[in-house]
């Protein structure tokens, strides 16, 4: 995250400064050079890549206290849904069996009346 690190030198050049740190201030303008140039060469080329999320739901007896809940998981940039979903369908299907997993690949509403209590289901 190349834009925040001028927030932090912010906090720190002033007690650099205060402090007459001067190898500190140094290679903190140091470092601010290189990132905004980083930055900048980044964002002139478009090809700024952030992390990837996908939003997770458990739905299930299996999971107990997770039952219901939902959770925003950050994967590195570019992954693909595909990727994450085998990810997950085995690493559960090893837990619970693969006969008691089901994915649903629906990012709408989930109608829990409607799911069998004994399989274990992420959406």
Same mark, same amino acid.
């Given at each position: 995250m190349y834009e925040t690190?001028?927030?932090?030198?912010? @906090?720190?050049?002033?007690? /650099?400064?205060?402090?007459r740190m001067f190898e500190q201030l140094s290679t903190a303008? /140091?470092? @601010?050079?290189?990132?905004?140039n980083s930055v900048h060469q980044v964002m002139a080329s478009g090809k700024r890549l952030l992390g990837t /999320?996908?939003?997770v +739901?458990? #739905?299930?007896s299996q999971f107990k206290t997770l039952n219901g809940a939902e959770?925003? /998981?950050?994967e590195k940039p570019a992954t693909p849904l595909s990727e994450v979903s085998n990810r997950? =369908?085995? #690493?559960? !299907? +090893?837990?619970?069996?693969? =006969? !008691?997993v089901k994915l649903i690949h629906d990012s709408g509403a989930v109608d829990? +009346?409607? @799911?069998n209590q004994h399989m274990v289901r992420m959406t």
């Open positions: 690190i001028n927030e932090v030198y912010k @906090l720190l050049l002033p007690i /650099y400064e205060k402090n303008h /140091y470092d @601010l050079h290189k990132d905004f /999320y996908f939003r +739901a458990f #739905f299930g959770f925003v /998981y950050k997950f =369908e085995a #690493f559960y !299907s +090893a837990k619970f069996g693969a =006969e !008691s829990v +009346a409607k @799911l």
